[in-house]
DNA sequence: CGGGTTCTTGACTAGTTTCAAGCAAAGTGG
DNA sequence: CCACTTTGCTTGAAACTAGTCAAGAACCCG
C-alpha cells in the first residue's frame, strides 16, 4: 500500500508488543480493547523527513498514530508565508480532523523519519459504536491538541519574542521528556531555525538573534542539532512561566 | 442552582422545541437521541455580559451549549496581558476541555448577556456508551475548534495586521450569518476595539489605526456598534482570501 | 572537493508599541 | 436634571521591535 510520499513498512509492530505500551504515562488498555485496536490498525507507514503525507485541502482515508519520530502540523497562505500549528511526537495521533470533517484544513510533513501506524477512518464508527472508552480518548485527544494550540496562540500574541522563544524550547523539551528523549538534560533536535521562526511567527533573522539573546543568558545550550537545559529554573523565569507536568493520557 | 456567575433562568427551554432546531445548517436529531439531550440537559443558565463562568485552573461539572448571546474564550499571563482565543455563539459547546481533563486550562467570558444549556459532566459517559453517534458529534465539535484555532493562529502569526484584522472581521461576521444575526449585511456587534486588540495580538492604539485603515477601503463600515458589510469581494481580497460557507455541522 | 543548506551578522527600513492627551457617549448620584 | 465619573474611541509623537537585504562563514552531503 502506498499513502502519500510513504511507503508501507516491511516491518509491522504488533500491537500487544506496542514499545509505547512500555511508557509510563499511558493509559493501559484493556484485553477487548487490544483485540480491537489489533484489528483496528492495518498497516505501518514509514515517511521520509521532508515528506508531507498529509495536505491541506484532501481529505484522508486514514487516521495516523505516531510510532516514532517527529512531524509537524502547518498552514500555508498562498505566497508562501508558512505558520507550524504543531509538533507531533510519539502516542501523537493525527489526520483526525479529515476524518471527521470533509477535508483537511491543514498539512502534515515528517520532520524525521517517521513511523506511523494506519487505521482506516471507515472503521473509525466501528470504534464508536463498540468501545465508548476508545471514542472518549480520541475526544481526550482532539481536546489535548486543542489545549496545546491555545497555549501556542497565547504566546503568539501575547508573549515578547525572547519569553515566546524560550517557552516553546520548554515546551518541547518537556514533551520530548514525556516520550523519553530526554538523556542528561538534553536531546537531538531535529529543527532548524527557520522551522523554529515558522513556529514562533518571526522571521528566521529575528529568531536568529533572539535564540542568540537566549544562549547568553546560560540558561540553555542548542549547538550542533543537540539541545540542552542547562538551567530549567533560569528559562521557565525568562518564559514567564514553566510548562506543568502532564496526567497520565490516553493513546491509540 | 447557582453556577459561577450566573443563575438558572426562569425558563427552560425544552430540546424538542429548540429554537436552534429550526436553522439549516444543523444535523437533525433521531427520537432516541432527541430523548436522551432532553434528559442530558439539567438546567438553563443566564450569565451577565462581562462574568466569566468558566475559569482558569478550575475544574468544571458542567458542559455547556450555547443558547443564545456571544461568549469569549480567553487566557491570561500574570501580569495581566490577555489573548482572546475564539468566540462562541448559538449552537457551540463550551467547557468540553474542563470536562475530560483535570482542569481548564482557559476562561470564558459572556460578552453579551448570554442563555446556556447546562450538562453534568457525570452524565457525558452515559452519552459515549449508549449514543456513539452523539459521542461522534461531540468529537465532531472539538476538532471544528482546533480547526478556527489553526486558522487563527495562521493569521496572528503570518497575516499583515491589516489582512488579519479584515480576516476577523470576516471571519465573524460569517459565523454571525451562520447563526442568522446578520440582515441586510448588518449585523449588531458586541465587541470593542480592546476585544478585537486581544483577539488580534495586537495594542489598542495600533488595533484603532489599522481598523481606520481598513474602513478608507469602504469595504466595511463599523460605527455605533453596528458593523456592515459593503463590499464582501473587497473585504476578502484585503485579506487574502474568503470564508468558505460550512458544510452542515451537529450540535448537542 | 564542490554545491547546497543553514547559520550569523550588520545596516537599513518598516511596523508596532508606548505615552500622552483630548473627545464623545453613556451611566451615576445628589 | 445636571455635574461628575467612567468607558471607549481617536490622534500624534517618540521609542522600540522586528523585518528585509545582503553577504560571508560554517556545516553537511554525495
Redesign the pocket.
Known amino acids: 500500500m502506498i499513502v502519500g510520499q510513504g511507503r508501507s513498512n516491511g516491518q509491522f509492530t504488533p500491537c500487544d508488543l506496542c514499545p509505547l505500551r512500555q511508557r509510563r504515562g499511558l493509559r493501559a488498555f484493556t484485553a477487548d480493547e487490544l483485540a480491537f485496536v489489533k484489528e483496528f490498525k492495518t498497516d505501518e507507514l514509514r515517511v521520509d523527513a521532508g515528506a508531507s503525507f498529509l495536505r491541506e485541502g484532501t481529505r484522508s482515508e486514514y487516521l495516523y498514530t505516531v510510532l516514532h519520530g517527529w512531524a509537524f502540523r502547518y498552514k500555508m497562505l498562498d505566497d508562501g508565508r508558512r505558520q507550524i500549528l504543531n509538533y507531533a511526537l510519539p502516542a501523537d495521533m493525527l489526520g483526525l480532523q479529515g476524518a471527521l470533517m470533509r477535508e483537511m484544513e491543514h498539512s502534515v510533513e515528517a520532520l524525521t523519519p517517521l513511523t506511523l501506524c494506519v487505521f482506516p477512518r471507515a472503521k473509525l464508527w466501528d470504534l464508536y459504536s463498540r468501545f465508548p472508552s476508545l471514542a472518549f480518548d480520541i475526544t481526550w485527544l482532539a481536546a489535548r491538541e486543542e489545549q496545546l494550540i491555545d497555549e501556542h496562540l497565547l504566546s503568539i500574541g501575547r508573549r515578547?519574542?525572547?519569553e515566546?522563544t524560550a517557552f516553546l524550547l520548554l515546551h518541547l523539551f518537556a514533551r520530548a521528556e514525556e516520550s523519553g528523549l530526554v538523556k542528561d538534560n538534553a536531546i537531538q533536535f531535529p529543527?532548524?531555525?527557520?522551522?523554529?521562526?515558522d513556529t514562533l511567527?518571526?522571521?528566521?533573522?529575528?529568531?536568529?538573534?533572539?535564540?542568540?539573546r537566549l544562549m547568553l543568558s546560560r540558561a540553555v545550550r542548542?549547538?550542533?542539532?543537540v539541545f540542552e537545559v542547562v538551567d530549567r529554573a533560569a528559562l521557565a523565569e525568562i518564559a514567564g512561566e514553566d510548562v506543568a507536568p502532564r496526567a497520565p493520557r490516553p493513546f491509540i
Chains 1, 2 share one sequence.
Do not use: E, I
Not at 529543527?191 to 521562526?197: D, G, I, P, S
Open positions: 515578547t519574542s525572547l515566546r529543527f532548524t531555525q527557520q522551522h523554529l521562526a511567527g518571526m522571521s528566521l533573522v529575528h529568531t536568529n538573534k533572539t535564540l542568540k542548542w549547538k550542533d542539532r
